[in-house]
């Protein structure tokens, strides 16, 4: 799923200077789960604000709402009265969900309360790792199902680099050597002289260095 | 000859190779390099250029490598993925061959984190063992690595670096065994401190007959103090430094020429191991003590 | 000018608390603190937290078992990184973090009497900082 981190408040506050009445709209999907943007979080968001407007003796209202996901359009729909009502919305979804409200909801201004940071996963409960890059081309199958291209800090494709020590990346200590994991993973799945081939340069094109992407289904268009 | 590399010819005559480093200043004084090139001159057969290592900026390793070739010295420039994509690599080798420059060290690079600029984006669009295949199929092949044909190739003399003190261990040889296999005539290692692990990387090595595939220099470098020592265990990523060595330097009653002395005691010890072809000093900022190193260690004779 | 009496709230864990009214009964609580129990100091909801103090509370404690003594094996250690994550966000809006602390009982020492420490040292902070808002 889509790992978030939230805004420092104040950062979110300094952005609504005038704004008299204020939509903060939470997202009940990748960013409820991971505690970042989803209805309970949105809501401490709304408390804070209104804790910090009556705090500058401001007369703001803040409304809160959650939906099941801001990255349909149907869902979104469910969030018109209030951010009708608004003089501008915060969104607390990822940054497609914050793109969305804003697109759907023109000329009303939407800011986003996250920083959406990576398609991860909890590895223990509050920690959150990064798993995928979305480079578009997979190479999962060569690596033992640990992937290099999101998890060694230099996305190499042909074995640790000379920093790996104890296990660790040579960039913080509190980042696993993906490549030793590979190593690791490899040798139990008893496919270590896949180590000895030379990967190729790889096809960063279906990357985003190839643009923006997108996907087309025949059989799903309508 | 793949080459017109005096270090090639040096080393295919059977010659102990004897090389240096010289980092780039972090500005554009040519005279700088011009003092640290005079300090070197007739001491070693070839001088490593670094490429804005630890990620700091520095003049460019290629045209400092330019102006040693000027000086009448052997660059071996380095190169690492993390500051150019694929075209400006080929592109950068195109200019380096043309400029004089005929030894190339190819490396991954360390990551910026380190650097003095840890908010910028990084590239890795190769890795070091690819960039060694794109250097030879350029050498070799006239190609370029999309596969268009070169007319003036660029002929290298092509270098990788090994560690055979980070992780995991028991792949550490093989890993230099790809790099030879993508392409690298001569390894240089990193700095050997802890004999012991070195001798037991190089009989796989052996073993994997990969001495006999390229010419292998060992990394070694003088240590000015016992701060330094610890310094390089605790807080450099892949260096092994035994706690002998610290206590040598701790002991000592002037740490600079005791660093000399291990360095050169290393020295000794390495060049009776089987497989090596010459050694690799890594002075950093510390030009001086190469000539010292060298003749302390008989390299020169 | 009036003297500002600081509205408090003491929460407290049913369990270290145990007997607590009893307890309660040979202290004498000021009365500007008011004592609200929790089935575990874990219970304590940052959101609720955030909505008392947004009520217009001037300070906020949390009284818990003591280290590694948790009935629910780390309650305690959860609202110690409850109170954090809340002292972080009332920082950011401009909030003394001063206005919301942890107690734990100490071993050997009594549960009402730390409940009155923490309502006079709290008092006496909050005294300080005044009312949260102006």
Redesign the interface.
């Known amino acids: 799923m889509i790992i978030a981190s939230q805004k420092s408040v104040r950062e979110i506050a300094d952005n609504l200077t005038k704004h008299k009445r204020i939509s903060v709209a939470g997202c009940g999907t990748c960013v409820a789960v991971c505690f970042a943007g989803g209805e309970r979080e949105s809501e401490i968001l709304a408390s804070a604000l209104r804790m910090f407007f009556k705090l500058k003796s401001r007369k703001v209202e803040i409304r809160q709402q959650t939906v099941k996901r801001q990255c349909e359009w149907e869902f979104i729909e469910e969030l018109k009265e209030n951010i009708d009502w608004a003089d501008i919305v915060v969104s607390t979804a990822c940054g497609i969900g914050v793109q969305a409200v804003q697109k759907k909801y023109l000329p009303k201004r939407v800011l986003p309360g996250l920083n959406t940071s990576f398609m991860g996963m909890p590895t223990s409960p509050g920690v959150w790792k990064e798993r995928c890059l979305g480079c578009g081309d997979c190479v999962l199958d060569e690596t033992g199902g640990i992937c290099p291209i999101a998890r060694c800090a230099k996305n190499l494709l042909n074995g640790p680099c000379g920093g790996s020590q104890n296990g660790k990346c040579e960039i913080s200590k509190d980042i696993d050597c993906a490549w030793q994991e590979i190593y690791d993973r490899l040798k139990v799945l008893g496919l270590l002289d896949s180590m000895n081939e030379i990967a190729l340069p790889k096809n960063w094109s279906t990357s985003r260095d190839g643009g923006p992407r997108r996907i087309v289904r025949e059989d799903v268009n309508t | 000859m793949k080459s017109e590399s005096r270090l090639e010819k040096l080393l295919n005559a059977g010659h102990f190779a004897v090389t240096a480093e010289l980092g780039p200043p972090k500005s554009s004084d040519s005279n700088i390099i011009k003092q640290k090139a005079n300090i070197l001159k007739g001491y070693v057969d070839a001088v490593n250029i670094t490429d804005c290592q630890t990620a700091i900026v520095r003049m460019s390793s290629i045209a400092a490598a330019s102006i040693l070739v000027h000086l009448g010295l052997e660059p071996i420039a380095q190169m690492t993925?993390?500051d150019r994509n694929?075209i400006a690599i080929q592109s950068d080798l195109l200019g380096a061959s043309a400029l004089g420059v005929n030894n190339l060290l190819c490396l991954?690079?360390?990551?910026q984190?380190?650097g003095n600029h840890p908010e910028s984006k990084?590239v890795?669009?190769?890795?070091?063992?690819?960039l060694l295949?794109?250097v030879k199929d350029m050498r070799d092949d006239k190609k370029f690595?999309c596969g268009e044909e070169i007319t003036v190739e660029p002929r290298f003399f092509i270098g990788a670096?090994?560690?055979p003190f980070?992780?995991?261990f028991e792949?550490r040889a093989?890993?230099m065994?790809?790099k030879i296999?993508?392409g690298a005539d001569f390894i240089q290692t990193?700095i050997v401190f802890n004999l012991d692990k070195f001798v037991k990387w190089m009989e796989t090595v052996r073993e994997l007959g990969l001495d006999k595939k390229a010419f292998i220099l060992a990394g070694v470098a003088p240590i000015k103090s016992a701060w330094m020592a610890k310094y390089m265990k605790n807080k450099v990523?892949?260096m092994d430094v035994p706690d002998e060595i610290i206590a040598r330097m701790e002991k000592a009653a002037n740490p600079k020429e005791e660093g000399i002395n291990i360095c050169v005691d290393i020295i000794n010890q390495l060049k009776e191991i089987k497989g090596i072809s010459g050694v690799h000093i890594m002075a950093v900022e510390w030009e001086e003590a190469v000539p010292e190193i060298v003749e302390k260690s008989r390299l020169k004779e | 000018m009036p003297v500002f009496r600081p509205k408090i709230i003491g929460y407290y864990c049913q369990y270290c608390a145990y007997l607590s009214d009893d307890n309660f009964g040979k202290v004498k609580i000021p009365s500007n603190v008011k004592k609200c129990k929790l089935l575990c100091s874990g219970k304590l909801d940052i959101l609720n937290i955030l909505e008392t103090f947004e009520s217009g509370i001037d300070g906020i404690f949390v009284v818990g078992c003591k280290e590694d003594e948790c009935r629910n094996i780390n309650g305690n250690s959860r609202a110690s990184r409850r109170v954090n994550y809340i002292k972080k966000i009332l920082e950011q809006i401009g909030i003394s973090s001063e206005r919301i602390a942890v107690y734990n009982i100490e071993p050997e020492s009594l549960f009402s009497n730390v409940f009155l420490e923490a309502s006079a040292e709290m008092g006496k902070k909050i005294r300080g900082l005044g009312p949260i808002y102006k």
């Open positions: 993925c993390r694929r991954t690079g360390d990551h984190k380190f990084n890795f669009d190769l890795d070091s063992i690819q295949k794109t690595q670096a090994a560690n980070a992780d995991p792949y093989f890993r065994g790809k296999k993508a990193q990523a892949g």
